[in-house]
């Protein structure tokens, strides 16, 4: 039922990038979330900054759990075009905790996150 009632809408964005400069492999993992316990809520170009990218996720089964953001984009990453996390943010964006080198980050039981990459 979430799936049919909150369906996936993919937009254009506008090139940003020469194309010649880099490419995408054929055939890859957009977005890589073994977690069975982990549910992707959104991800979005951020409210206030063209250049980062909101992503929020949420813990759905009432266990502890963990998210390693440095292997969550493997495509993008591989390619060149890879999303940096920059900090831990507020549901209206607003930076609450930066990550620094943690590239780990630990999901309370039930727990809302969002992520800011840049």
């Given amino acids: ?18 194309t010649s400069e880099v490419t995408l492999p054929p055939i890859g993992q957009f977005l890589n979330l073994p977690q069975e316990n982990l549910f992707l809520m959104s991800l979005k170009q951020a409210e206030d900054n063209p250049n980062a ?17 440095d292997h969550l984009f ?16 507020t ?13 780990v980050q630990a999901i309370a039981p039930w727990k809302i996150v969002t992520v800011a990459f840049q």
């Fill in 1 to 18: 039922g979430y799936a049919f009632s909150q369906p996936l809408i993919a937009m254009p964005l506008k090139d940003t990038v020469e």
């Fill in 53 to 69: 990218w909101s992503v929020r996720f949420y813990e759905g089964h009432g266990e502890a759990t963990t998210l390693a953001l």
């Fill in 91 to 103: 549901v209206l964006e607003e930076p609450m905790a930066s990550i620094d080198n943690e590239m």
């Fill in 74 to 89: 493997p495509v993008m990453n591989a390619s060149g075009l890879g999303l940096t996390p920059h900090c831990i943010t």
